[in-house]
């Protein structure tokens, strides 16, 4: 995403992600974050203004290694008093406390600042003419900054009173020297470029950028050709070079192409008039790959150039991307081919890389039967914002023996944070990852030459990260049942471990973003290690030892990073020191509450309940369940005792249990036990489907007698104590405005019955049938010649620039207007054609060449197709999870991190159901709806978008399924029958269970999401589709009974 680009993404996760950027890093009004008054205030200091400036530093970006003399160039302007020196102060500030202040920055609120104490002190005498506005520029030389890594500010005061902010710089930690890409995190290129192309600037930040420890930075360029056969080099060579100078690797984003290439002489119209294609057409797909062989025969330099990898475009999403790319994917294809083809030709070792999600890296070159052939075209899958709850991309790219790389999720604004989220994402599989925008790190005073000028925490915090983990691949998380989190890198004496007491939900919150989420509630809490031997050598988040000839170390178990090493006793002794420390104050297990999969006055009936010790030690107490009215259990309570990191699974006989119409039991469960305490109190249901055939007519009276479950939009985050489940339909006497429904299942030996009730107070007019499907309504054709060509009687009106005032005015004053806005509103396609500007876009071409045409744009989108998808809209979506451990096309990695740690498949087989637009029969002759496959085994997983190369078997209308939805007022009922010839790897018999997750998606939200309240699931990207929305886990098990 460029910070430089504002509008909205293609994909919903992402959207309004550039609006964040757009102003840049600053805070009220234009303070950065490190200047904002609370801050300022925490290091005791002025804001800084043009009265006594930093000039420059004796090192590129401030960053000095232990050793170096601290010597800053400051210019000084005399006022009304006589100015005969300056004091000169270094305070060292952090922000290890993952605090904020109030606004909003750069992703997130702007972080606050802690002083950990004033280091040094300078008085400087100056010379500066005695007259009010003269001014002097001199160096101090040796400013007393200690050796001790950290971050710094500097503070000025004229004749040692009123300090005020100067500048800020870093004792940072020495890198390896040469190229080496493998460094983990990964640098951006909007650092080198954003507000400056002087080349001195550009090198002067590269250099900046290499003494932190960044060794590789993704950068996006265009296709420099204004002319054909004319290659612009200048701005290139200007920046690959200044890489190349600080041994920094690029990966290339290949964006824009020239005007001269494209259908109407400039970019293209698409969906939104702020988001035009700037693709060539096809004909030029081979000056594309030339293009492509002779940028990477001036850059790689048989290695020893800056080249590393070529990537095509930045977020080429499907419909809208914010960087141009607004085409499908046959012309995404077409294009990469070339890159393949090209860089390949100049050295096998130029990697290609695509598609800046795992999502539409599938989607693109995953989908139809040539899988084999189309990913050969790709070496490295990319991923922006794609954090672990949804993160599956690298168990793809291993499959495939590829590698996976994250070059953008900018969501590291603290200190803090870089350690949690790069270990979190490293341990999912990522070969790098790109955790900052440039303002996170970098910032400017009144006066600076370059906007990224100052560093801050962050800079810090990657500079140590780099240092002490670059050329240690993450090898595995130590402990796959308990506390502490231990990541480690590197192997055998030359491993070191990052240490965390809890897991940062990145890009989120939730708490079940995270693994054993009844953690994250949790404050405080310590862990105690032993080190009498002195054999543990611990540091703190900025690199400096800690607690050395401490014979005992405790810790606090929070979001705070620790580096662990052990030279002479390698990770078996870190591994085990940690294993038997002393974990105190922590919540001690767990309770996962199951719900019933019979009656609860069936014999038999249990209460089922899994409790897992969360310690890294045995612990034993009393375990208490709570039963509501009319349920009594046999044994209410028991003692129970867990080995560390243990789960129980408990089954509790009822003695009795009485139904009630809700199908709701409010249960409550308690541990009380050595390590401490814990409790959970949830709704628990009767997850059961009963066998017999139904008539699938919409008239849901033969379901009378079968269980369901209740999702109401107002329960879902709600405190189950607070939350009173009612029967369907009293509930939808009791809030007609509201949105909540009933969903239940039934069997035979030829159907799986699904029944839905949903009360809807929006309406909504349906889908197109994806079976009979017209793909080729969302793109650019002949057809739109003839549109813009019916507004050409105004065409003065067309091409008028309305975001003129006086323009505007002037227009709309003009005789025609009033006819031609009646033309607009009584034709959605002429006013389609004036709102995306594809009408004015079109006169100006054909003034200049008569023969433009925009059937020569058919590869580029004129409207979204997103409306269109199985979960677009008011559609009933389902998820089964039958198959044990099954991975399409995937490689787990449960030996290296705990199973759920990141996304993982879980559903098996997923549809939809809709009504459709055409209100007529189906391929099956149900009339009005669609029952659609989205996901079944054997088939890939894609999003269906037009023109996408589809499968033998994939997604498709559901053969033999019966289907009714049909609308009631403000009750939307669905009635689905799926045969077992569809559900062909399930085979049903009495008794058995299987995962079950449900949602039903509006139009006009809140869409009715199960499973949300359940201490069984958690949040993950790969239940239902699409994959970027992580769901519910499909964790909650259902049975087929008589």
């Known amino acids: 995403m460029r910070a430089t680009t504002c509008g909205t993404a293609a994909m919903p996760w992402r959207i309004g992600l550039a609006l964040v950027l757009c102003g840049g890093a600053m805070a009220f009004g234009g303070s950065p974050d490190l200047l904002l008054p609370a801050n300022l205030k925490t290091m005791g200091c002025a804001a800084p203004d043009r009265s006594l400036m930093f000039v420059r530093s ?12 601290v010597d800053v160039t400051v210019k000084v302007t005399r006022g009304k008093a006589p100015l005969k020196s300056i004091t000169l102060e270094a305070v060292e500030i952090a922000t290890r406390q993952n605090k904020y202040l109030e606004g909003w920055s750069t992703m997130s609120a702007p972080p606050a600042v ?16 005695n007259r009010e506005g003269s001014t002097a520029e001199f160096e101090v030389k040796g400013l007393p900054v200690p050796s001790r890594y950290g971050t710094y500010a500097v503070t000025i005061a004229p004749n040692g009173r009123d300090p005020q902010f100067l500048c800020t710089l870093l004792r940072a ?48 360029l265009g296709w420099s050709e204004p002319r054909p056969g004319e290659y612009d080099w200048r701005r290139f060579d200007a920046l690959m070079n200044a890489l190349a100078e600080a041994r920094i690797k690029a990966l290339v984003t290949m964006g824009g192409h020239p005007s001269w290439t494209m259908p109407l002489g400039q970019p293209t119209p698409a969906c939104i008039p702020q988001k035009p294609d700037h693709s060539c057409m096809p004909k030029h797909y081979e000056k594309f790959g030339q293009w492509i062989r002779a940028f990477c025969q001036r850059y790689w330099k048989d290695g020893n150039g800056a080249l590393w990898a070529i990537e095509h475009w930045n977020e080429p999403w499907e419909g809208i991307s914010i960087s141009g790319w607004e085409s499908d994917s046959n012309h995404y294809r077409a294009l990469m081919r070339q890159i393949a083809l090209n860089a390949r030709a100049v050295d096998p070792r130029i990697k290609t890389s695509a598609a800046c999600s795992i999502m539409n890296t599938e989607d693109k070159f995953l989908s139809g039967e040539n899988r084999d052939e189309l990913i050969g075209l790709v070496d490295l899958f990319t991923d922006h914002y794609v954090p672990p709850r949804t993160s599956y991309g690298p168990m793809v790219a291993k499959y495939w023996g590829k590698e996976s790389t994250d070059t953008e999720t900018w969501i590291a604004a ?5 350690p949690q989220i790069v270990c979190q994402f490293l341990a999912c599989g990522q070969d790098r990852m790109t955790p900052w925008h440039p303002a996170m790190t970098y910032f400017s005073v009144p006066g600076s030459p370059m906007k990224h000028q100052m560093p801050n925490p962050v800079a810090l915090a990657s500079n140590v990260f780099n240092v002490f983990i670059t050329g240690r691949k993450f090898q595995r998380i130590l402990f796959h049942g308990h506390l502490p989190w231990a990541f480690q890198f590197g192997e055998s004496r030359d491993a070191v471990v990052v240490f965390f007491g809890k897991l940062y939900a990145p890009h989120g919150g939730s708490p079940k973003d995270v693994l054993w989420p009844q953690l994250q509630a949790h404050e405080g809490g310590t862990i105690t290690l032993d080190n009498a031997d002195g054999r543990l050598e611990i540091h703190d988040i900025a690199g400096n030892r800690e607690f050395e000839k401490q014979k005992r170390v405790t ?48 014999p038999g009936a249990a209460v089922r309940f899994t409790v897992h010790n969360l310690l890294n030690r045995p612990i034993s107490g009393t375990l208490t369940v709570t039963a509501p009215a009319g349920i009594r259990l046999k044994v209410p309570s028991t003692r129970l005792k867990l080995e560390a990191g243990q789960r129980a699974n408990v089954t509790w006989e009822l003695a009795v249990g009485k139904p009630t119409p809700s199908n709701a039991y409010l249960f409550g469960f308690a541990f009380d036990g050595d390590a401490g305490k814990a409790d959970l109190r949830e709704h628990l249901n009767v997850c ?24 109401d939009a107002t329960l879902q985050k709600a405190d189950p104590t607070e939350q009173a489940w009612m029967p369907f339909l009293k509930a939808k006497d009791a809030q007609p405005a509201g949105s909540f429904g009933e969903v ?19 309406d909504s007019p349906g889908h197109q049938r994806l079976a009979t499907w017209d793909e080729d309504q969302y793109f650019r054709s002949a057809k739109d010649d003839a549109i813009c060509e019916r507004l050409r009687p105004y065409e003065k009106l067309v091409r008028a620039d309305l975001r003129n005032k006086d323009v505007a005015a002037k227009t709309k004053a003009d005789p025609a207007w009033p006819a031609y806005q009646k033309l607009l509103e009584s034709d959605p396609e002429l006013k389609a054609a004036v709102t995306t500007n594809a009408a004015r876009v079109y006169f100006e071409a054909k003034a200049r060449n008569p023969k433009a045409t925009f059937a020569d744009a058919a590869h580029v989108y004129k409207r979204v197709p997103w409306n269109e998808a199985p979960w677009a809209g008011d559609t009933l979506q389902l998820g089964f999870d039958v198959l044990p451990d099954y991975y399409r096309n995937m490689k787990p990695d449960t030996g290296r991190v705990p199973h759920g740690f990141h996304a993982m498949p879980d559903t098996d087989y997923e549809y939809a159901a809709y009504a459709c637009l055409d209100g007529g029969p189906g391929p099956s002759g149900a009339e009005g709806s669609e029952l659609w496959r989205i996901l079944a085994p054997d088939a890939p997983r894609t999003h269906y978008y037009p023109r996408q190369p589809r499968p033998k078997f994939g997604q498709g209308p559901v053969r033999g399924g019966q289907h009714v939805v049909k609308r009631e007022g403000k009750l939307t009922v669905y009635e689905l029958a799926i045969p077992w010839s569809e559900l062909k790897r399930w085979t049903p018999k009495a008794g058995q269970t299987f995962g079950f997750t449900f949602r039903v998606n509006n139009n006009q939200k809140p869409s009715l999401v199960y499973g949300a309240d359940k201490s069984a699931t958690k949040t993950n990207g790969l239940s239902l589709h699409p994959y970027w929305e992580a769901k519910p886990s499909c964790g909650i098990r259902w049975a087929l009974v008589e």
Request: hydrophobic share 40%; glycine share 10%; net charge negative.
């Open 688 to 711: 059961v489907a009963r066998k017999g055939p139904k008539q699938v007519d919409g008239d849901l009276g033969d379901w009378a007698d079968d269980l369901g479950v209740m999702v």
């Open 744 to 762: 239940k299942l039934a069997w035979d030996e030829r159907f799986l019955y699904v029944a839905a009730r949903v009360n809807d107070p929006s």
């Open 173 to 220: 930690h020495k890198p390896i020297d040469g190229f080496y890409v493998d460094a983990p995190v990964f640098g951006e290129g909007q650092f080198l470029t954003h507000d400056s192309q002087k080349p001195e600037h550009i090198r002067q930040r590269a250099l900046a950028l290499g003494r932190l420890g960044i060794k590789g930075a993704r950068i996006e």
């Open 414 to 418: 603290t200190e803090v944070l870089l």
């Open 58 to 69: 004796s090192q590129p970006g401030n960053v000095f290694y232990p050793g170096d003399s």
């Open 555 to 602: 810790l606090p178990m929070d979001h705070l990073s620790h580096y662990i090493r052990s030279p002479k006793g390698g990770i078996e002794l870190i591994e085990r020191r940690l294993r038997e420390a002393r974990i105190e104050g922590m919540r001690p297990v767990e309770i996962l509450a199951r719900d019933f999969t019979m009656a609860v006055d069936a």
């Open 114 to 129: 802690e002083m950990l104490g004033k280091r040094g002190r300078l008085d400087v005498p100056v010379a500066v003419e």
